[in-house]
């Protein structure tokens, strides 16, 4: 068990709506990283926030969105969902948000699957 | 900008055999060096890691893997499978300095013939 904890485990969905996944981190860790695992795709990066600020972006669509709440749990909601956005989506935590080298501890993900 | 070439989508071998799993990256500078492992229906679990300290890094479950700058490689090892290990592996980098997000290899899924 990593610590971090993601609801749901499984969600499934038409296309065209709306849905939010939630990330807690580690207790005491800073950032936090959203993941899409895809079969076309791979593993790739999409976002991360540290403290509650956007830190880095990677290949997430603009119907994609994401923030960390004061708590620092943090949220990715899709929207005007695909087939092609069926995928596991992992969250990681770390301790800090750059510079030195920070472990990423990975959730168990969320099953996305549009139909 | 950083990238992972994982040799060999699939990689099966008998147990008790040696596990080599190639992994190179390209970057302009020597990155964080990663190996994850992830078991079906599971989240990704750290094997490995280099920080540039050693360059040959021992991890967990008897792996370990070797930083070579010159080959710009990075491959996993583990002497003797165990059926235990079959899993799909990543190898990973992420930019020194900077946000530190991870860039994956494609994965290779390891199978253990018994």
């Known amino acids: 068990d990593s610590g971090v904890t993601q609801t749901p485990k499984h969600l499934i969905t038409a296309t065209g709506q709306r849905v939010t996944l939630r990330c807690s981190p580690r207790s005491g860790d800073l950032s936090v990283y959203w993941y899409q695992q895809s079969l076309d795709q791979g593993l790739q990066f999409l976002i991360q926030y540290y403290n509650g600020e956007e830190r880095a972006k990677g290949n997430i669509l603009e119907r994609f969105s994401a923030q960390q709440f004061p708590d620092l749990h943090s949220e990715l909601n899709l929207s005007s969902l695909e087939l092609g956005d069926s995928a596991l989506y992992f969250c990681?935590?770390?301790?800090?948000?750059?510079?030195?080298?920070?472990?990423?501890?990975f959730g168990p993900g969320t099953r996305l699957t549009v139909l | 900008a950083q990238s992972v070439t994982q040799l060999g989508s699939h990689v099966s071998v008998s147990e008790g055999a040696l596990v080599l799993l190639r992994c190179n990256y390209s970057s302009s500078v020597p990155p964080y060096l990663f190996w994850y492992v992830q078991y079906p229906n599971q989240g990704l679990q750290l094997l490995l890691k280099?920080?540039?300290?050693?360059?040959l890094v021992k991890g967990i479950n008897g792996f370990e893997a070797e930083f070579k700058k010159s080959e710009t490689s990075f491959h996993l090892t583990k002497p003797s499978a165990h059926m235990s290990d079959a899993a799909e592996y990543f190898c990973?980098?992420?930019?020194?300095?900077?946000?530190?997000?991870?860039?994956f290899g494609q994965g290779t899924r390891l199978t253990i013939n018994p």
């Open positions: 990681a935590s770390s301790a800090g948000g750059g510079g030195r080298y920070n472990e990423q501890f």
């Open positions: 990973a980098v992420a930019e020194k300095g900077g946000a530190q997000k991870l860039v």
């Open positions: 280099y920080t540039s300290a050693a360059t």
